[in-house]
């Protein structure tokens, strides 16, 4: 969530919209991670093995660990999420409610020391800090590369070659895959979202697309796990609906 909120004060799309839109791509993917996972373990039992769990005494007892250690977290995210998309709260007043209701579950679960709240207290500090100075130096880029009219060259270079949208963002991707086996994901950002961003406004390329395309080339991992990505981030690139359903259906 925080690239995602980096990515979109960078890039001027939507958080909401771009939290929102990579709901569907995410359940996609976690269902492929689960069927990867229960094939291998087909192939090769020994990776899960068959281990007798103690009998439940009851159906409080069969429900316990979920209720307690699941079931709050999903109703942090419901919250979160179900204020942006019912229009009750901006992404930033969002967050807010979900540190509140955060804070409320750990003095459930009596963990809300004066330490703890000491750490978390530091740890945000420090990454909003540092969000707040990429953001900067992001900005200060676009804007040099604006005044210099470096923007504009490519732009047009690009717009001359009579390119379609989606041949532009096919290269887009693939120079984000080929610095991705170099480049940390902030620096991808900071290197490519003043080029690329003036293109998807000249095509006319739907951003929260864009944008969605652009976390899932951000984190694509070493195999097995890049192909899987891969299978997502193609599913979404010829079926873009699959991104932007959700938050165009909230969004009325």
């Not at 909120?5 to 990579?22: D, F, N, R």
């Not at 094939?39 to 039992?45: M, W």
């Not at 930033?92 to 540190?99: K, L, S």
């Not at 951003?207 to 997502?232: D, N, R, T």
């Amino acid at each position: 969530s925080a690239l995602t909120v980096l990515l979109g004060s960078i890039a001027g799309i939507s958080i909401s919209g771009l939290l929102i839109g990579g709901i569907v791509p995410g359940l996609i993917l976690s269902a492929i991670f689960v069927g990867y996972i229960i094939t291998r373990a087909v192939i090769d039992p020994s990776l899960a093995p068959n281990e007798e769990l103690p009998p439940a005494q009851g159906l409080w007892d069969r429900w316990r660990p979920f209720l307690i250690h699941v079931l709050p977290l999903v109703a942090i995210f419901a919250i979160v999420v179900g204020a942006m998309t019912g229009g009750w709260a901006t992404p930033t007043e969002a967050a807010a409610v979900g540190a509140a209701a955060t804070i409320l579950a750990a003095a459930c679960y009596r963990a809300l020391t004066s330490a703890n709240l000491m750490k978390a207290l530091t740890g945000t500090v420090a990454v909003s800090g540092t969000i707040l100075f990429i953001i900067l130096g992001a900005t200060t880029f676009s804007q040099v590369l604006s005044f210099s009219g470096a923007t504009n060259g490519i732009v047009a270079l690009v717009s001359g070659q009579g390119l379609s949208a989606t041949t532009v963002t096919i290269g887009m991707m693939a120079i984000l895959l080929f610095l991705g086996c170099f480049v940390d994901q902030v620096s991808m950002m900071l290197i490519t979202l003043p080029f690329f961003m003036p293109l998807v406004q000249r095509l006319e390329i739907e951003p929260i697309w864009f944008g969605v395309l652009f976390l899932i080339c951000m984190q694509l991992a070493a195999m097995p796990y890049i192909a899987m990505s891969l299978v997502i981030l193609v599913l979404i690139f010829f079926f873009p609906v699959i991104a932007t359903w959700l938050p165009a259906a909230l969004s009325r």
